[in-house]
């Protein structure tokens, strides 16, 4: 047997991989959950405090320079 990674793109097709799982054609090994946690939340703490404070400054740059300039 092999196992292979699907991706469900609508409703529909988890429910032909239901029907396929009842007649024991194959078997679905992993119904993943969606994670409703924020963005922020996941990734809050993952960057170096030096690198973060880098970045936003860095931001703040491009942002004003943005603004400053008149087209």
């Known amino acids: 047997m092999e196992t292979v990674l699907v991706q469900i793109k609508n409703k529909k097709a988890y429910k032909l991989l239901e029907d396929l799982e009842d007649l024991n054609i194959l078997k679905v090994l992993k119904k993943s959950i969606q994670s409703t946690q924020k963005l922020s ?27 400053d300039n008149s087209i």
């Open 41 to 67: 939340e996941k990734y809050a703490g993952k960057l170096p405090d030096k690198l973060a404070e880098e970045l936003q400054n860095y931001v703040s740059q491009s942002r004003k320079e943005w603004n």
